[in-house]
């Protein structure tokens, strides 16, 4: 995996963010929403991802609040992580569109192999 490549918790946490300011327990929620449930996040993955946007200058603390005596803190997205999350947006969008191209070539039976086969490479 490359360094600029996101992890999906995170990439979750940075879209649940776009949306505006929220907690941890709602980043839960909001994570899962995303994933159309597929993802759900415990909350020792949510709270490292966290410390380690904090730690990368992607989120900072946004306030806190006690809620039914539980201290409730809120986090959101700084630009840069606003940065971070199109220029992964960018390359998910890319990587997807070059699949679906691949995709319809072999659907509709027009694979022609790649390069490296095509020049002699061993598949």
Request: aromatic share 4%.
């Amino acid at each position: 995996m490359s360094s600029s490549e996101m992890r999906e918790p995170t990439l979750l946490v940075l879209t649940a963010l776009a949306g505006g300011r929220a907690h941890g327990y709602a980043l839960i929620a909001e994570a899962e929403s995303i994933s159309d449930g597929r993802v759900r996040l415990k909350v020792g993955t949510l709270y490292a991802v966290l410390d380690r946007l904090l730690d990368q200058g992607l989120v900072q603390e946004a306030g806190e609040e006690v809620v039914d005596g539980r201290l409730r803190k809120y986090f959101e997205m700084t630009p840069a992580g606003g940065g971070a999350l199109e220029s992964e947006v960018r390359r998910l969008e890319a990587n997807a569109s070059a699949a679906r191209r691949r995709l319809q070539g072999f659907q509709t039976g027009h694979v022609t192999g790649s390069a490296f086969i095509a020049r002699g490479g061993v598949a």
